[in-house]
């Protein structure tokens, strides 16, 4: 069979369908990932413009910005490796076609391009796990600031999209229109 015959890459196109589709989800991860690293960037600069001369302040500027390098440095890693995943699965999607048209058959590489492209995404998944682990816990309200914060009105009911929104205190101000018996 001719390996440049339209049946045959249309089975190759088919092949490289789904490591198209994980290219795809790969890039969606990594403008999250790039999104959470520069707003990390952002903050740790904000904070290292305010460091205070005050010894505790100072204190914990410094340690918020030891978390914040933690943090950068996990998403950078899970960029990285995510990157990696995605020229893996170029590299993958490329080898399908070369064992498709060229008298060269690569296609023992293939699956081992694709377990290799998984384990790095596994890998990224993994250190994003760990930066918004890390990023959950430290960004927590602290429990004395919520135990200070004065609770809403008991009688505040959340009104529906197609009602008045006025408290009920409000409405309770408003003349009623008395009825005739």
């Known amino acids: 069979m001719?390996?440049?015959?339209?049946s045959s890459l249309s089975g190759t196109?088919?092949?490289a369908v789904a490591p198209v589709f994980l290219l795809t989800a790969i890039g969606?991860?990594?403008?999250?990932?790039?999104t959470r690293l520069g707003r990390a960037i952002d903050r740790a600069r904000l904070l290292e413009a305010a460091i205070s001369d005050d010894?505790?302040?100072r204190a914990m500027t410094i340690a918020d910005l030891a978390v914040l390098d933690r943090r950068m440095l996990l998403a950078n890693r899970a960029v990285g490796l995510a990157v990696a995943s995605a020229l893996t699965v170029c590299i993958l999607i490329?080898?399908?076609?070369?064992?498709?048209?060229?008298p060269f058959h690569p296609n023992k590489f293939i699956p081992g391009l694709f377990i290799l492209a998984i384990t790095l995404l596994i890998a990224?998944?993994?250190?994003?796990?760990?930066?918004?682990r890390i990023s959950i816990r430290t960004v927590r309200v602290s429990a004395h600031l919520l135990r200070a914060t004065p609770k809403p009105a008991s009688n505040w009911v959340r009104p529906s999209p197609n009602l008045d929104t006025t408290p009920p205190q409000a409405?309770?101000?408003?003349?009623?229109?008395?009825?005739?018996?």
């Open 124 to 132: 990224s998944l993994t250190a994003f796990a760990l930066e918004i």
């Open 13 to 15: 196109i088919q092949l």
């Open 2 to 6: 001719d390996p440049l015959s339209a």
């Open 28 to 34: 969606a991860f990594l403008s999250v990932m790039t």
């Open 55 to 57: 010894p505790q302040q």
């Open 171 to 181: 409405n309770k101000a408003r003349p009623q229109e008395e009825h005739a018996p």
């Open 94 to 102: 490329a080898t399908l076609f070369i064992d498709a048209v060229s």
